[in-house]
C-alpha cells in the first residue's frame, strides 16, 4: 500500500510514500506520520490518499512512525486544502501550514548519537569536546538543547561538527512533538474522612501546627462552595505555605493528584434568547430562511444598526438545537470580543474564538474541541475556516465586504470568504453574507439570482440614519497653511456632544504622528534605507518608523540633502491627533486606537470595554473603529480627511472609500434618535461624499458597475496579479517583461504591464507588476493558472532569473 502525504512545505506536488506491513492495519486518512525527506530530514505529514498505484520513477521511502491513533482533519479539510491550493495557485502544504496549529507540525529536533566504535579513548579531545563525549559515553544519545546546557552556550554546532569530522558521533533527526497539555494540581480529602464522623473527630481533637489546621478549614470551605480545590486557590485563599499542605498530605489527611485542564475556560452550555424580532427582522428572518431554501447562499444588505446580529443570533439557535455547528466569521480579531459577549449571553459554553492572538497551545485545545462537536459555534477570523468541523450547518460571513478576509503573505493567498462558500457546498451547509455596504461583487451576484438577496432598510428601533454635513476645508485658512486637523465646526460639536455626556469617535486612516516631514529650504523627504516610501514620524517613541519593513530610525534634526534644521510636518497621524484633542479638550478622556495601541493578546478588548463603560470620551482610529463595532452613546462621528480615502490608484478606490465612510458613519446615533457624522474634505462635491451623504449605496453600485464593465474589471473579469521580487533592479524588469513575453502569444489581450509599481522598493527588493483581466470562462482562467505555474518554473531554470521570486495573487484585493 502507499500513501501520498502532504508536508507543510512548498513543493510543486504530493509525494508518495509506502506503507510498512505493521502499519497496514492503523494508517487512514487524515492522521499524521513522520517521513523521511531528502537526507534525514523529518517531517509530520497528513495522508491525503491511500492506494495501490506504485510511483513509476521512482522507489519509494517507508513511512517512518504513526503520529496518531485517529485523523487530525478530515476528508472535507483536505477537500478546501486541494481547492484552494489549486484555486489560488500555491502547493497544499503551504495550505497545510496555514491551516494546522503550529504544535500539529512537528518540528525537526537534532539528536546526536554515540559511534561505539570509537571506544573510550578521549585523549584527543580537547575540552568541550571531552564533556559532550563523556555525556555520550554515559547516556549514548543527546538532545542539542542538552549540549547547549552542558557547555553552557548557544553556539555548539563547531563543538558537534568537529566530533563528527573525528568519527565519535553522528547526527540523528528526530520529531518533536511540542504541544504540552495544560495541568492543574487538585487537593482532594482522603477518603477516610469522606465519614462525617470521623471528620468531626479529627477537627475536635487537633493538638499541633495552627496553621495546618487553618488551611484544612480553608480547603473545607472551599471544597463545600466550590466543589472542587486546586492548589493554588487553596494556598492563595488560607495563605499558607507549600510545607504545611505538604504535612497534611504526609498525614493522611489529604492528597494531591494532577489532572489536565482547558487553558480557555468555558460557560455551562445553554441557549437563552432573551429578545424578540422587531417587525422588521422578523420579515427579513423569514426571507432569509426561505432564500436558503432555494439557493445555497443568501446577501442580507442591511443598513449600519438594523438588528443583523440579532437575525443571526436567532438563524444560529436553529441549527444548535439541531445538533449541527455553525461558523461565525469576521473581518477583525477586534470585532470578536464585542461579539462574543454577546453570543455567550444567548449561547453559554457552545461557544469558543479561534484568531491568531491566541497560543499555539490554546489552538490545538479549540481545534480538537471542534473536531469532537464539543463546540457548536465558532466565532473566528479567516483562519477559523480550516478547523475540523464535522457537521456543519451555517456559515455567517460578517461584514463580507471587508478586505481583511483576503490573506495577503505569505501563501496561500485565500479569501476568507470565497473559501467558506467553497466549504459550506461541502456539507451542504447554508451561507449568510452579511454587510450594510456590500461589495461590488457579491451584490452583482444576488442581483443576477446567484444568491438570495434579502433587504433591511431601516434601523432597529426606527431610528433614522445620521445626518451627514460636509465640511468643505478650502474654506479654512491655516495660519500656517497646513492641513486642517480639527475645524472649527468639528471642535464646537465635540464641545456639545460632551456636555451632553455623550461620546466623539475621529476617524483618520494614518497612524503615527506626521505620515512625513520635509526639510522647508531643499525638499529633501526622509526615506526608508530598504523601501521606497517616506518615514513616519512616531513622536511616543520618538522614532521615525517605515510602515512597509518596520525598521525604525532615530528622529532626523539635519537636512542630509542641504545640512539644514527647518523640518515641517506635513499631515496628520491619529497620534498628532489624539495629541490635540487632549490640548483642546483637557476634561475629556482621550484615546487612541490603532495597530500601535492594541498589540497585546487582550488590549484591543480592554481598550473596547472601557469605551463601552463610558471611561473614554473621544476615541481617535484607524480601520479599527469602523469595522461593526456597537456603541450606545456615541453622538458624533468625525471623518477627518476624506481626500486620503479617495485618492489611490486603484479600480476599486470609489467602492472602498465608500464602505469606510458610511461603516464609520453607521457607529453614531444607534440607541436614540440624534447622533451626527461631519466629514472634512477639499472636494465637497465628490460624487462618492454625495451617495455617502444620500447613504445611497444602490447610487454608487449602478456607477461604479457600469465603469467596472466598460472597462472589463470584476465582476466582469476574473484577476490575477503577478508580482516579481530581485535585489536588482535591471534583473527583475528583465524577468518581468520575459515573463510577459511567454504569455502574449496566448493572453495578450487580457495582459496589463508590466510596469513598476507606486512604491517599487520593499525590504531591499525592487518590483514590478503585471495584471491579467481574464474573462469569466472557468476553461481559459484553469489553462491560464497552469501556463503561469509552468512559465514560473522555466523562468527558475535560467540562471539569470533563478533568484527572481514570482508571487501570484488571484482575484486580488
Known sequence: MYAEIIIPLALPKNYTWQVPETLLDQVQQGVRVEVNLGKNKKYAGIIKRLHQEKPAFFEPKDILNLLDAEPVVFAHQLRLWEWIAAYYMCSEGEVMAAALPAHFKLSSET??????????????????????????????ELRITEVQQLLDASHVYPVINRLIQKKLCFVWEALKNTYVPKKETYVLLDPVYHDEDKLSDLLNNWSRAPKQMELLLSYLHILKTEGEVTKSALLKKSQASDAQLKGLVEKGILRTEKRVIDRIQYLPRNIQIDFTLSVAQQKAFTAVKDALEKKPVCLLHGVTSSGKTQIYIRLMEEMVRQGKQVLYMLPEIALTSQIIRRLQKHFGGYIGIYHSKFTQNERVEIWNKVKSGELKIILGARSSIFLPFTDLGLIICDEEHDTSYKQQDPAPRYNGRDAAIYFAALFNAKVVLGSATPALETYYNAQEGKYGLVELKDRYGDFRLPPIEIIDTRTIIQKDRTKVMISSQLSDAVTAVLAKNKQVILFQNRRGYSPYQVCTVCGWIPQCKYCDVSLTFHKLSNKLVCHYCGTTYPPLHTCAACGSTQFAQKNFGTEKIEEQLQEAFPDAKVARMDIDTVRGKNAHDVLIQQFEQGRIDILVGTQMVVKGLDFDNVDLVGILDADGLLHFAEFRVHERAFQLMEQ??????????????????????????????????????????????????????????????????????????????????????????????????????????????????????????????????????????????????????
Open 111 to 140: 539528536i546526536i548519537l554515540l559511534n561505539e566504535e570509537y571506544g573510550d579513548d578521549f585523549s584527543a579531545l580537547d575540552h568541550d569536546e571531552y564533556l559532550v563525549a563523556e555525556a555520550l559515553l554515559i547516556k549514548k
Open 664 to 813: 464609520v458613519s453607521g457607529r453614531a446615533g444607534r440607541k436614540e434618535a440624534s447622533g451626527k457624522v461631519l466629514i472634512q474634505t477639499l472636494q465637497p462635491q465628490h460624487p462618492v461624499l454625495q451617495w455617502v451623504q444620500q447613504h445611497d449605496y444602490k447610487g454608487l453600485y449602478a456607477a461604479e458597475i457600469k465603469n467596472r464593465k466598460q472597462f472589463s474589471y470584476p465582476p466582469f473579469s476574473r484577476i490575477i496579479h503577478l508580482i516579481f521580487r530581485h535585489k536588482l533592479k535591471p534583473v527583475v524588469e528583465m524577468a518581468a517583461y520575459h515573463f510577459a513575453d511567454a504569455l502574449k502569444n496566448r493572453y495578450g489581450n487580457y495582459i496589463v504591464g508590466p510596469a513598476e509599481p507606486v512604491i517599487a522598493r520593499i525590504r531591499n527588493q525592487y518590483l514590478m507588476e503585471m495584471l491579467l483581466k481574464l474573462p469569466r470562462d472557468t476553461r481559459l482562467i484553469t489553462q491560464c493558472k497552469k501556463d503561469i505555474l509552468e512559465q514560473v518554473a522555466i523562468l527558475r531554470q535560467e540562471k539569470t532569473y533563478r533568484s527572481v521570486t514570482v508571487i501570484a495573487d488571484v482575484d486580488a484585493i
